[in-house]
C-alpha cells in the first residue's frame, strides 16, 4: 500500500507499507483454539523522488509516519 506524508517545506514522501487486519482466532465452546493477532503496520520504504531513504530516518519520523497511517487506516 502507498501513503503520502508531508514532511515539510512542500516535501512529500512516498510511503510504502504493509498492513495486516487484526485476526480473531477460532474459538469453540469459549476455548480459543489460536492466538488471537492484533492489527499491524510495517514500513516498508519511503521515498523522495523515487530513492528510498528509510535508513537515513529517525526513529521519531518513523513513528509520526506510522502513527498517520494508522489514523488512515482507522
Do not use: C
Not at 498492513?19 to 474459538?27: K, N, S, T, V
Amino acid at each position: 500500500m502507498k501513503h503520502f506524508y508531508d514532511a515539510g517545506e512542500g516535501r512529500m514522501l512516498t510511503v510504502e507499507f504493509d498492513y495486516e487486519p487484526e485476526d480473531i482466532a477460532l474459538r469453540v465452546n469459549g476455548i480459543q483454539m489460536e492466538p488471537d493477532y492484533p492489527a499491524q503496520v510495517d514500513l516498508l520504504a519511503v521515498m523522495v523522488e523515487g530513492v528510498d531513504i528509510i535508513d537515513l530516518l529517525s526513529s521519531d519520523i518513523l513513528e509520526a509516519i506510522e502513527a498517520e497511517i494508522w489514523k488512515g487506516i482507522k
